[in-house]
């Protein structure tokens, strides 16, 4: 099979978690971050980010995760380790801002402004936000041959 036979990647639309209770799940996330609700079902929850979304469903069955996490994007982490430890996350240790929540699901979070990523500024305007990026990310996209 040759590269244009291939599908490609393109980004990812939605991360599901695993939790013990949709309630409890929504109130612990709620306790850090600042979202929107996307739509909620009896054992599922959809915590909306723009174009993308957490997908909360009921039932964890496997236990704490060690290296498997995905990494969270935020405008300004500055608060978000006081936060976490107030709503009962189980920080990790290491260089980066990596938690446990509640069921065990290991959450990274970084800052918009010091990462390749990049939401357009339709997303941007829709989800309120004016975000500026670092010159050390605006150098990491310039060098893939993507204009910031």
């Given at each position: 099979?040759?590269?244009?036979?291939?599908?490609?990647?393109?980004?990812?639309?939605?991360?599901?978690?695993?939790?013990?209770?949709?309630?409890?799940?929504?109130e612990?996330?709620?306790?850090i971050?600042?979202?929107?609700?996307?739509?909620?079902?009896?054992?599922?929850?959809?915590?909306?980010?723009?174009?993308?979304?957490?997908?909360?469903?009921?039932?964890?069955?496997?236990?704490?995760?060690?290296?498997?996490?995905?990494?969270?994007?935020?405008?300004?982490r500055?608060?978000?380790?006081?936060?976490?430890?107030?709503?009962?996350?189980?920080m990790?240790?290491?260089?980066?801002?990596?938690?446990?929540?509640?069921?065990?699901?290991?959450?990274?979070?970084?800052?918009?402004?010091?990462?390749?990523?990049?939401?357009?500024?339709?997303?941007?305007?829709?989800?309120?936000?004016?975000?500026?990026?670092?010159?050390?990310?605006?150098?990491?996209?310039?060098?893939?041959?993507?204009?910031?």
């Amino acid at each position: 099979m040759n590269e244009q036979t291939r599908p490609h990647l393109v980004g990812v639309n939605h991360i599901a978690l695993e939790v013990g209770s949709i309630d409890e799940a929504l109130e612990f996330y709620g306790r850090i971050f600042t979202f929107t609700l996307r739509g909620r079902g009896q054992h599922s929850a959809f915590i909306d980010m723009g174009d993308q979304f957490i997908a909360l469903m009921e039932g964890r069955k496997q236990s704490t995760d060690d290296g498997r996490h995905f990494g969270l994007v935020v405008d300004d982490r500055s608060r978000v380790r006081e936060l976490a430890e107030a709503a009962g996350a189980t920080m990790l240790e290491g260089s980066r801002m990596d938690f446990l929540d509640p069921w065990g699901n290991r959450i990274q979070v970084v800052e918009y402004r010091d990462l390749q990523f990049t939401k357009t500024p339709a997303v941007l305007k829709f989800m309120g936000l004016d975000l500026e990026k670092s010159e050390e990310a605006k150098a990491e996209l310039r060098k893939k041959g993507i204009e910031y």
